[in-house]
């Protein structure tokens, strides 16, 4: 029997073209998190979902009046943007005109609800990050009101999608100013010591996923993926997760973190930890198709890439073996 396996990054359809820009709302009493995804089965949605009451429950007990706005982005094209943007007002003022353009998104807490709001544009969601720049937000809300009367004084521009989109080093070089004023506050933020009431939220444990095919359980807690197995033995260990891949014929998992390297888990429930780096990579519409070969008793990963479809000859080099022992290697 065929044995092939298709991993679409940041996606479980099996389809190359699955990819859709797509708006989801996760909500809570105190908070609403609109998250922007290229696939409606993406690992990201899943962690912010499972983050969300942990989030929610962090804001009450602050200031159990305060309504909170977060918008998070994720990188399913693996654009690397990285943006954190924290203001005070009405939600409604953080979002594109003519939002939600036709998706099925309720609007009701974004139009009528005012407080902290946060975008981010991040690789992946790390609730470190969240809680602290929540913290500092919800703690000096003053300070954050002034700061941006402070860039409106100066002529900054109001909300965009340009705005909210542009790469750090870019908006610095459009707007002088923007770097002194924020980039330094949010960055020393994110980098100082959690303190006590952050460290309590981030050691709280969560189920994340249960993989029923080989009865292993994903569980989030301090900003860490755990994969453990039936009798809560650790079996690996991750910050993200991009895309996890079970072969049925070997009984084996491959659990990609980014778009080129992955770890493996063998059919004894055993990993060695190690992270194996592809030679190639796999943008939002690539796929990577895994065939055991029985002959050669290795993995042939391969990339299924877009411009095969658009008219542009194959490369036909993008692919590896793999094997457990001897790892990634190229066919003799």
């Not at 399913?76 to 409604?92: D, M, P, S, T, V």
């Not at 609007?107 to 407080?115: D, L, P, W």
């Not at 493996?264 to 030679?279: A, E, G, M, T, V």
Request: charged share 30%.
């Amino acid at each position: 029997m065929k044995n092939t396996i298709v991993i679409l990054l940041l996606m479980t359809s099996l389809t190359t073209f699955a990819h859709e820009d797509t708006y989801k709302a996760v909500e809570k009493s105190n908070v609403h998190i609109m998250i922007q995804v290229g696939y409606e089965s993406s690992w990201e949605l899943r962690i912010v979902e499972s983050y969300a009451e942990i989030i929610n429950n962090f804001i009450k007990e602050i200031d159990s009046t305060e309504k909170v706005f977060i918008h998070f982005s994720e990188d399913y094209c693996f654009f690397n943007k990285y943006l954190f943007f924290i203001a005070y007002g009405e939600f409604k003022k953080f979002v594109d005109s003519g939002f939600p353009w036709g998706y099925d998104y309720d609007m009701e807490y974004i139009n009528t609800q005012k407080g902290i709001s946060l975008i981010i544009s991040e690789k992946y969601f790390n609730l470190k990050t969240i809680l602290q720049l929540l913290e500092f937000g919800l703690k000096n809300k003053e300070y954050v009101i002034n700061k941006e009367k402070i860039f409106k004084e100066k002529g900054f521009p109001e909300f965009t999608e340009e705005y909210l989109w542009m790469p750090f080093c870019y908006l610095f070089k459009k707007y002088p100013g923007y770097e002194s004023e924020t980039a330094s506050v949010i960055d020393s933020i994110m980098q100082s010591v959690p303190n006590r009431l952050i460290k309590k939220y981030l050691s709280k444990k969560i189920k994340l996923q249960v993989l029923t095919q080989k009865n292993v359980e994903l569980f989030l807690q301090n900003d860490s993926i755990t994969f453990v197995d039936i009798e809560n033995v650790e079996i690996l260990k991750l910050s993200t997760i991009n895309s996890i891949c079970y072969d049925r014929e070997t009984d084996c998992l491959f659990i990609f973190n980014t778009n080129r390297s992955f770890y493996f888990i063998n059919q004894n429930l055993r990993s060695n930890q190690k992270k194996y780096d592809l030679p190639f990579e796999s943008g939002c519409l690539d796929a990577i198709w895994i065939k055991y070969d029985k002959k050669r008793k290795k993995y042939k990963l391969e990339k299924d890439w877009q411009y095969r479809f658009v008219g542009e000859k194959y490369k036909g080099d993008d692919w590896v073996y793999f094997d457990e022992i001897y790892g990634i290697s190229k066919a003799k």
